[in-house]
T-cell receptor
Framework: GNSVTQMEGPVTLSEEAFLTINCTYT??????LFWYVQYPGEGLQLLLK?????DKGSNKGFEATYRKETTSFHLEKGSVQVSDSAVYFC??????????????FGKGTLLTVNP | DTGVSQDPRHKITKRGQNVTFRCDPI?????LYWYRQTLGQGPEFLTY????????KSRLLSDRFSAERPKGSFSTLEIQRTEQGDSAMYLC???????????FGPGTRLTVL
């Protein structure tokens, strides 16, 4: 079956620090990969996505590259802000036949950025 | 475009009661999903609709759960005889056929006392 493993949190950083959140996946097919962000008390917001090997998704200074050889999709940001404090979820969408493109999520990583 | 909306945002109920949640997807999104998220975990898939047809149900969806999407527009998720283990955030998401990107609503937080 499909699974997503992301680094355990919580992660605490100072403002302007470099962020990496590791994500690896197992999939029977050739999935699309996503990062979603969840602010307290809210639903999930799409942060970025990539649909094929070596694609780089980017948004709001965050980046992640689809690495098929290492089955990874690590999230990075060069300089975090206090407003980036949230829970980050790595997810895959199974595009194999009959999968209905449902999402499989990691457990989430809580990021806290201090001023 | 308005986003995905869900109602209510919060629901507190006593064990054994029935509850119903509503999801309004983004207009023209014909694919709709329900997920459940418990504290400290990622969302887990519950069920999937293509237009009005319910095409997949997770084994997480016990007999006490039922979902509908009449006319292929809004969807409802009903839980009968609620149990404390049903306490969770219930998330709805929708997408168009041409993309696998799902857009999520704000969720309904259910607390069963």
């Amino acid at each position: 079956g499909n699974s997503v493993t992301q680094m355990e949190g919580p992660v605490t950083l100072s403002e302007e620090a470099f962020l990496t959140i590791n994500c690896t996946y197992t999939a029977t097919g050739y999935p699309s990969l996503f990062w979603y962000v969840q602010y307290p008390g809210e639903g999930l917001q799409l942060l970025l996505k990539a649909t094929k090997a070596d694609d780089k998704g980017s948004n709001k200074g965050f980046e992640a590259t689809y690495r098929k050889e290492t089955t990874s999709f690590h999230l990075e940001k060069g300089s975090v802000q206090v407003s980036d404090s949230a829970v980050y979820f790595c997810a895959l969408s199974d595009r194999s036949g009959g999968s209905n493109y449902k999402l499989t999520f990691g457990k989430g990583t809580l990021l806290t950025v201090n001023p | 475009d308005t986003g995905v909306s869900q109602d209510p945002r919060h629901k507190i109920t006593k064990r054994g009661q029935n509850v119903t949640f509503r999801c309004d997807p983004i207009s023209e999104h014909n694919r709709l999903y329900w997920y459940r998220q418990t504290l400290g975990q990622g969302p887990e898939f519950l069920t999937y609709f293509q237009n009005e047809a319910q095409l997949e149900k997770s084994r997480l969806l016990s007999d006490r759960f039922s979902a509908e999407r009449p006319k292929g527009s809004f969807s409802t998720l009903e839980i009968q005889r609620t149990e404390q283990g049903d306490s969770a955030m219930y998330l709805c998401a929708s997408r168009v056929t041409s993309s696998d990107t799902q857009y999520f609503g704000p969720g309904t937080r259910l607390t069963v006392l």
